[in-house]
């Protein structure tokens, strides 16, 4: 399967005003697989997405989707054919029904599939007659997702897909997502919610105060993250420990605690050089990852 | 056969998926010839990533454990070996029991051992003679 | 199928605006089309219907301007505004579609009570010529069309679903009473759409020449804030 990149960025930017929300952002997020976009509110995420669908100019920098600019109007119109999207907020038109709905985000799309279409309303219980303004802000939610998952597009691009879902509608959209993947669709989603990064991600990009932190393979990050307790008669300075790939040192009387992105087994031999009394080794999961990178800096 | 992975262990998942196809097998859970889901149906079904899945199974085709035919799915393959390698498995877990029996007589208590064999596998002498 | 959207979008302010046009134009025909008949018989019902036709200009301003209200920067409050502009359709494209719905109606709004008046004058017993009904619908709709046009460039730089019309309706309403007196009065458009000029009070038919060139200018100057409120869209951050 040969790896191309569905989404490219190049140091991408925005300002506004004194306000740098997001400060040269260079992704590649690759095809057939499902990357997760990590960060706490207001990282950036939002805005970073809005440039690639061309809803909001950058300041400085590129990007290219599927092959084609984000700064060209024409470009960018073409290659929106191919991305189905769900906004943050999951917002539709007030004024229509259900049926409304579908049927008119229908007609934009030659990759529209009945098929997904029917399985994901009934799956979904939505009502067709109803009016989106009436609609519960779950059943919204799934509407947006329905009017997304019910195409074969070439990418997929989802803000915050599990807000307002019980964990029911959780699990569906999880589902889905991956069906869509085993279609050959790329995924890139964004999301605070650590444990279904945890599930269904290949890649993962945290983004903290406009910029890009960590952007690595899950299984790399499962496998090189580490926390060691280690424990000393007499606790040496901080710094003697500090070997490469050290993200974060705790002290705490004769204990302490050391989280590592990688060299795990230079630390334990670090530890043994400076007579630790005990060495112990457990694996860091996401949610840990994600707040080591996002306190210290 | 019924899968558990775990997201939060330091394990990836296709290296999960993997054991416990392995385990499967050496366990007779898995018999010779027996058929795994598709890709597709397994992600869905765990809910994962089907590269998880793909990765797992191009793996364990590559040691041999399981035949891939294209369009039919994946099946399990028995080794010429793969009696030596359960008998090898055997040995080791017997070994293993009686080491952790004396660790328990030492007064060592279950966490602790865990803990030992933990730190030893990431042993720098152990790392730098792997490579 | 943008044109089903803008027309599910505006279809029950429209009913509204049109049942008012119509009602606000038979309250006074009805009302004074006797008095009017009595008095000076075919041409005191017809410059009554003139008379009206001025009252329907202004009721027509309003209306319109409430119609253009809406868009990607109303739809941005609401939050709508990203499904919209993810779909495969440039911002041109949606603007030139929500400007022809509105235009539309715009029609609609100028001929429908006409010919409600229409019918009255003909159950009356003084039918009135369809040409002249013509004429005023023309010169309506020649002057309309900048007042169309500043309802839309407002709805597209101004935010807030009660700020934008006040602001368009204040324009208006400044641009009408600037343009009075001798020498500015000709490029009143509010003027061009009652149909003064050129208006017979003697026969209460519209005699004048047609006035092309003001009509031309005016088109000219709608289609430049029609150019202004695309640029304005363009350059949105949204």
Known sequence: MTSTCVIETHALSKSYGRVEAVRGVSLSVKSHQITAFLGLNGAGKSTTIKMLLSMIRPSGGS????????????????????????????????????????????????????????????????????????LSKGMRTKLALLLAFARQ?????????????????????????????????????????????????????????????????????RQSYRQLELVFLTVPEESSVRVAGVESIRTVGRQMRVVVSGNADLLIERAHDLHASSVEVTPVGLREVFMETVKGK | MLFKLNPTTGLPLYLQLMQQIRHGVESGVLQHGDQLPGIRTLAEDLVVSPNTVAKAYSELEH??????????????????????????????????RKLIGNFRDAGLDDDEIRRIFEVELLNPAEVLKRR | MLWHKAWLETRSQFVIALVGCVAFCLMWVIEFGKGAAGSRGQAGLFDLLHGVHAGLAFCWILAVTFLMMGGLLQEKAVGASSFTLALPVSRLHLMLVRFGMGFLQAIALAVVPWIAML???????????????????????????LFLTIAFLISSLVEGQYTAPVVSIGISAVLVYALRGEKLARYNPGRMMAGNDGFSWRTGLLVGQAQFLHAAAFAVVAALLFAISVKAIEHYDF
Request: glycine fraction near 8%; aromatic fraction near 8%; charge should be negative.
């Open chain 2, 63 to 96: 040691e041999g454990l399981l035949e891939m035919r294209h369009g039919a799915g994946a099946f399990v393959s028995a080794k010429r070996n793969l009696a030596f390698q359960m008998s090898r498995v055997h040995q080791a877990r017997g070994q293993a």
């Open chain 1, 63 to 134: 990007g290219q989707v599927l092959g084609k600019s984000i700064d060209d109007a024409k470009d960018s119109v073409h290659l929106r054919g191919q991305v189905a999207y769900v906004s943050e907020n999951k917002q539709l038109y007030g004024y229509m029904t259900v049926e409304q709905m579908i049927r008119f985000t229908r007609s934009f799309y030659s990759d529209w599939r009945v098929d997904i279409e029917r399985r994901l309303l009934s799956t979904y219980e939505l009502p067709l007659t109803r009016k989106v303004a009436s």
């Open chain 3, 119 to 145: 019918l009255y004058a003909a159950v009356a017993g003084y039918p009135y010529p369809v040409l002249q009904a013509c004429f005023h619908i023309l010169l309506l709709l020649s002057g309309g069309l």
């Open chain 1, 153 to 221: 597009p070439k990418l997929l691009i989802l803000d915050e897909p599990s807000e307002g879902l019980d964990p029911l509608g959780i699990e569906q959209m999880l589902e889905s997502l991956v069906a869509q993947c085993s279609e050959g669709t790329t995924i890139f989603f964004s999301s605070h919610q650590i444990p279904e990064a945890e599930r269904v991600a290949d890649q993962v990009c945290i983004l903290h105060r406009g910029r890009l932190v960590l952007d690595s393979s899950l299984d790399d990050i």
